[in-house]
């Protein structure tokens, strides 16, 4: 199916779970930064909650420009009107391994372009097995991870190669700094990860078994080892999270990562104290989220909908800094914002939805990461955003 076939669609872009911490957030930034003349819609379970929402956002105008559809993860159909209705399809309905696969299927199934939220790399595998092939059909471009997983280390990575020689052999390392706290729905989402083990592996299994191997090239994204990396000053911590694979993923699909790309993904602390805690702390999650009352004791510490406070949010940020080498040049680069998991993603969000709806793209289809689908344009819109790309040396 072609874009122009989705054009005379009632909306260029429509926002699933706007009524949610996150979703929020992206409606409001929506509606303070969307350009005239776009044609949006929150969409959510709750028509009451839905209406409470735009009357907040328009000032309860009495012709409002925000659409509103109701539709529930549970109701198929809701889900296959609510694709049929945009050109576009941005949720936060989460956990997406729970909640998230119908809605990836309306999508594929109606040529609608698609994103989310999700750093649960088991459904991202799960989804491309299911609903890669369709949306190829289709002409549909299903995108996950447009949050602070994964836009600032898959663009950053895409970012620092884009000043490397092209032709010759790469390796970049990331590292993570971020000051900040999560949602309750962050912390559910993490919860189910962890908890989810065997099935996460099954999926990867699975989706290897289904993706075409690269041929010609070579892309590693090894795991690394804890060390004290001198290049930032910081004790650099393995981060197993989705980034990689999405970084990955990128490389395999572009050529710009040249002929032998290798990526390593860190969290950077500078006290070797707060390294030592912070990985016991994860651990001791990890080893809670095994037995399933400590599992629901925990859950209950944080309910869905609940999240940090504006001025919590205020001071917190990220930064996320990438040493790039290769063909005889070193490259140092740095993406850095606001509150990473909340005001940062809804930028982020929001920004990526405006991207896919309205600017000029490669002409790509499935399973595609942000770098492949947007990569400059996106890059752009963020900078403009206030979102910072740069190069901050060079040997
Ligand atoms: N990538 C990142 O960096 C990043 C950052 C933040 C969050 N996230 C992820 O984003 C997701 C949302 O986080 P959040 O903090 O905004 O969570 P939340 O506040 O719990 O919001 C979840 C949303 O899902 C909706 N929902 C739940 N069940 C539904 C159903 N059956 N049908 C339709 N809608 C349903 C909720 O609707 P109601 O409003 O009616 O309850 C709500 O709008 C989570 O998966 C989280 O992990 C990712």
Redesign the pocket.
């Known amino acids: 199916m072609s874009r122009l076939k989705t054009a005379g669609r009632p909306y260029d872009l429509v926002l ?10 992206t409606a409001e930034y929506l509606a303070a930064h969307a350009p005239d003349g776009l044609r949006w819609a929150i ?4 028509e009451e ?1 839905l209406r409470r929402l735009r009357d907040r956002l328009t000032g309860a105008a009495p012709a409002p420009k925000v659409g509103m559809l109701v ?5 198929p159909g809701s889900l296959r009107e609510l694709a049929g209705h945009a050109r576009v399809v941005a ?6 391994v729970r ?1 998230g696969d119908a809605l990836v299927a309306a999508c594929a199934d109606a040529g609608t372009d698609y994103l ?5 790399p088991e459904f991202v595998d799960l989804t491309y097995v299911r609903h890669d092939a369709r949306a190829r059909e289709t002409g549909a471009r299903l995108v996950h ?7 600032p280390h898959d663009l950053g990575v895409y970012f620092t190669v884009r000043q490397l020689p092209e032709g010759v052999p790469l390796s970049v390392d990331g590292f993570v700094t971020v000051s900040a706290t ?9 919860l189910g990860q962890f908890a989810r083990g065997r099935a996460l592996r099954a999926a990867a299994v699975e989706r290897r078994r289904h993706e075409p191997r690269l041929v010609g090239r070579r892309v590693l994204t090894p795991t690394g080892a804890p060390r004290f990396a001198g290049e930032v000053g910081a004790w650099a911590l393995p981060l197993p999270t989705v980034d990689a694979q999405v970084v990955r993923r990128s490389a395999k699909a572009l050529d710009r990562y040249g002929p032998d790309f290798r990526y390593r993904h860190y969290a950077a602390v500078r006290r070797l104290p707060v390294a030592v805690g912070g990985v016991a702390a994860v651990g001791a999650l990890v080893a809670a989220a095994q037995v399933p009352p400590a599992r629901r004791r925990l859950s209950a510490r944080l ?5 940090p406070s504006a001025e919590r949010r205020a001071r917190s940020w990220f930064s996320v800094r990438f040493v790039g080498e290769g063909g005889g040049r070193k490259v140092f680069t740095e993406v850095s914002g606001g509150d ?3 005001d940062e ?1 809804a930028k ?2 929001a920004e990526a939805a405006l991207c896919l709806a309205l600017d000029a793209l490669p002409p790509v289809a499935g399973q595609v990461t942000t770098a492949v689908a947007m990569g400059d344009a996106l890059i752009e819109r963020l900078r403009a955003a206030g979102i910072g790309f740069r190069v901050a040396a060079t040997r």
């Open positions: 699933f779970g706007a009524t949610g911490f996150v979703g929020e957030l969409a959510g379970r709750s909650k539709a529930d993860v549970s109701d949720t936060t309905v989460g956990p997406y909640y989310d939220l999700t750093g649960e991870a447009c949050g602070f997983d994964s836009v999560f949602s309750g729905g962050t912390f559910a989402s993490a309910a869905p909908g609940q999240g990473p998991g909340y993603t982020m969000f």
